[in-house]
């Protein structure tokens, strides 16, 4: 009997020691700092997932700011426990990360979207812009430019993000042929660092912190505000797209068509493999008669290659953008019968992304995993890995939209953090998969996964040049890689603006409080 209670006793203090492990341990100088916002040591579970939904990481608190100055003090009084401290931040926005990006495992989340401070403002004139917190949703930048007759220059095809998380990336779009992406249209930030100072900055103010942050994956500063360059904004937009059978003529077209003056404002490709599934559904975006008409073009379970365009234009100069749009198309080698046309308005553009996840939640097929991978791949080699995985790896399906399209580097700033292929133009290539739920076929994650390695190991073995969009990397010789000759530069801002690795830990470049001198 007395074995037996102590038996049970010793199972009880097992499950107590792991029950310990596992719930995060709560620093109790935070619930001291003087913020106007507040913590919440309970409610954590939401920040520990994100639209990959693939990984979870608890953390001990999450911060909902009400200004810069909170997250300031939170971010100054973890640098000031110094490199003992596990504590580290992650800014989460819209948690749109896709591998934990915006997690902080026993540390603390900020829920920027609790960020308020200076209402949005747009400034008209001869340089127009607009200033807005880093938590704000593009959507929300759009309508409210519109109301000025203005818009930024540059998007991504998803607007239901934050501003401090694109430009944390880059934010790419079919429009970075002629503006570049969103970073490139950035005038000025304001950072909170890793040392919990807040700094202003620009091309000239503090431009090293400037061109550090923007594309810098969250590594040097948290966005708490930003300057966005604007442009007069259309009414309206002539959408197209056309088909190709041939990869070759599918990628000289899109490459002529980012050279020079084009006619069109917007261009991507994407890829259609047995029109299967409902993300891969290159008809339905277009209204009745254009899905009646694309039905009687019999596809004969090929591969086909979709050009997608968009001419931006006012009511009144609808007849002089038609002319415009002949002539352009008039030069372009697609299958003649499958020229499909709709006009809608600019936001309609835009946002239609949206509607696709309006559609998906409906089914429950939005909050899936999404072992999504995003590469840029040099032009002369593009077509190398076109056969090598269109031919190959992807043959019968795939699991979500397959985008590919070129875009000019010169359009790109060569200051900020982005990694780029080495060449004046390099095609986006983006694998936006979505894995059923419990499914262990060839639409589940694990088979994703493979598929996603296998791309990444022939791009190795045949050397195609080939960056991460968006990368995340395990190891600390694979971020080397990753970088190459920006290594140093990166490892150098690191240790200037955060040097002891607190911010940003979901992206497992540096561990807390390690010497930057790797």
């Given at each position: 009997m007395h074995f037996l209670r102590n038996l049970i006793i010793l199972f009880l203090i097992c499950i107590a020691i792991k029950i310990n492990l596992c719930v995060p341990t709560i620093p109790?100088?935070?619930?001291?700092?003087?913020?106007?916002?507040?913590?919440?040591?309970?409610?954590?579970?939401?920040?520990?997932?994100?639209f990959g939904n693939r990984y979870s990481f608890l953390?001990?608190?999450?911060?909902?700011?009400?200004?810069?100055?909170?997250?300031?003090?939170?971010?100054?009084?973890?640098?000031?426990?110094?490199?003992?401290?596990?504590?580290?931040?992650?800014?989460?926005?819209?948690?749109?990360?896709?591998?934990?990006?915006?997690?902080?495992?026993?540390g603390v989340v900020i829920n920027m979207e609790s960020l308020q401070g200076p209402k949005m403002k747009v400034h008209t004139g001869n340089f127009p812009h607009v200033d807005v917190s880093g938590s704000e949703l593009w959507i929300n930048i759009l309508h409210e430019t519109l109301k000025h007759g203005l818009a930024p220059k540059s998007w991504t095809d998803y607007l239901h993000l934050t501003v401090g998380?694109?430009?944390?990336?880059?934010?790419?779009?079919?429009?970075a042929f002629r503006h570049g992406p969103q970073i490139s249209n950035v005038r000025q930030l304001e950072v909170v660092t890793g040392k919990g100072e807040v700094v202003?900055?620009?091309?000239?103010?503090?431009?090293?912190?400037?061109?550090?942050?923007?594309?810098?994956?969250?590594?040097?500063?948290?966005?708490?505000?930003?300057?966005?360059?604007?442009?007069?904004?259309?009414?309206?937009?002539?959408?197209?797209?056309?088909?190709?059978?041939?990869?070759?003529?599918?990628?000289?077209?899109?490459?002529?068509?980012?050279?020079?003056?084009?006619?069109?404002?917007?261009?991507?490709?994407?890829?259609?493999?047995?029109?299967?599934?409902?993300?891969?559904n290159w008809r339905s975006s277009f209204n009745s008669n254009d899905s009646a008409q694309a039905s009687h073009f019999k596809s004969d379970g090929r591969?086909?290659?979709?050009?997608?365009?968009?001419?931006?234009?006012?009511?009144?100069?609808?007849?002089?953008?038609?002319?415009?749009?002949?002539?352009?198309?008039?030069?372009?080698?697609?299958?003649?019968?499958?020229?499909?046309?709709?006009?809608?308005?600019?936001?309609?553009?835009?946002?239609?992304?949206?509607?696709?996840?309006i559609k998906?939640?409906?089914?429950?097929?939005?909050?899936?995993?999404?072992?999504?991978?995003?590469?840029?791949?040099?032009?002369?080699?593009?077509?190398?890995?076109?056969?090598l995985v269109l031919g190959n790896i992807l043959t019968n399906t795939s699991n979500g939209p397959i985008l590919i399209y070129p875009v000019n580097k010169s359009k790109w700033d060569n200051r900020t953090s982005v990694v780029l292929p080495e060449e004046d133009v390099f095609y986006l290539v983006a694998f936006l998969s979505s894995a059923a739920p419990s499914s262990t076929g060839s639409d589940g994650l694990e088979h994703i996964l493979s598929q996603n390695k296998r791309i990444?190991?022939?791009?190795?073995?045949?050397?195609?040049?080939?960056?991460?969009?968006?990368?995340h990397y395990s190891t600390n010789g694979e971020w080397r890689s990753h970088f190459g000759p920006q290594w140093e530069a990166f490892v150098h801002r690191k240790s200037t603006y955060d040097p002891l690795a607190i911010l940003a830990p979901g992206q497992r470049i540096f561990q807390k409080a390690a010497p930057l001198s790797l």
């Open positions: 109790s100088s935070l619930k001291t700092l003087p913020i106007d916002g507040h913590f919440d040591f309970k409610q954590v579970h939401h920040a520990a997932k994100d953390p001990s608190a999450v911060l909902h700011p009400k200004s810069a100055s909170d997250i300031a003090t939170t971010v100054k009084h973890i640098w000031e426990m110094g490199p003992g401290s596990h504590l580290t931040v992650a800014a989460r926005g819209h948690g749109h990360s896709l591998q934990g990006q915006a997690q902080a495992h026993r998380g694109t430009l944390s990336n880059a934010g790419i779009s079919g429009q202003n900055c620009s091309e000239k103010q503090n431009s090293d912190l400037f061109y550090s942050v923007l594309g810098g994956l969250g590594q040097f500063g948290i966005i708490t505000r930003a300057r966005i360059s604007l442009e007069p904004a259309p009414k309206m937009v002539k959408w197209i797209r056309v088909l190709y059978t041939d990869f070759a003529t599918f990628a000289k077209d899109q490459e002529m068509l980012i050279t020079g003056e084009s006619t069109f404002d917007y261009t991507e490709g994407f890829v259609i493999i047995n029109r299967t599934g409902l993300l891969n591969t086909l290659f979709c050009l997608e365009l968009a001419k931006y234009f006012n009511p009144e100069e609808m007849a002089i953008v038609n002319q415009e749009i002949m002539t352009s198309l008039s030069q372009l080698n697609h299958i003649p019968s499958t020229l499909f046309q709709s006009q809608v308005s600019y936001i309609e553009f835009l946002d239609r992304v949206h509607i696709s996840e998906l939640r409906s089914k429950g097929l939005w909050e899936v995993p999404h072992p999504w991978l995003n590469l840029l791949i040099p032009r002369s080699n593009i077509h190398i890995f076109a056969q990444l190991e022939l791009c190795e073995i045949d050397g195609l040049g080939v960056k991460q969009y968006l990368p």
